[in-house]
């Protein structure tokens, strides 16, 4: 569950940036909005348990970047303050995806546009969750 929220809004900017021309506005408006939609309810239900349950939790998905001295890894924590910041984070990045179904709906790019929209969206979550500097640095 908590990894599912990091990769909803890759897996709707891959589908869109690969497949978006055949899938047609209407569809990519709904993928996206549902991707974000999805991301956002799970972060809900993360805030009841991470902040109200007050069980904290960080994963450690492998070796990233091997060195001499040390090694960084790719780690996802999610404490208090994270929890916080994601809600914070998908609920504005939500609202501006249903914003942007009006708002660019004559756009001949509109698709790309909806795409690079969640490809930001990943990045920020990168960067609200990420546990080593370097993973920060990155998002």
């Known amino acids: 569950m908590y990894l599912l929220i990091i990769f909803l809004p890759v897996i709707g900017f891959l589908s869109l ?9 209407l569809a990519s408006s709904f993928i996206a909005v549902l991707t974000m939609g999805l991301a956002f309810l ?5 805030y009841y348990e991470v902040v109200l349950s007050g069980s904290f939790c960080q994963i450690n998905l492998g ?8 090694a960084v890894n790719w780690i996802f924590s999610f404490n208090t303050v994270v929890v916080l910041m994601l809600n914070l984070v998908l ?13 660019m709906q004559d756009d001949p790019f509109f698709i790309r546009f909806i795409s690079y929209l969640l490809l930001f969206t990943f990045c920020m979550i990168i960067l609200v969750t990420s546990g080593t500097l370097v993973q920060m640095f990155l998002g």
């Open 17 to 25: 940036f690969c497949f978006g021309r055949f899938f047609g506005k």
């Open 63 to 70: 070796l990233w970047i091997p060195l001499q001295v040390s």
């Open 91 to 103: 609920l504005v990045s939500f609202l501006v995806h249903i914003y942007s179904l009006e708002y």
């Open 42 to 46: 799970i972060s809900i239900f993360l």
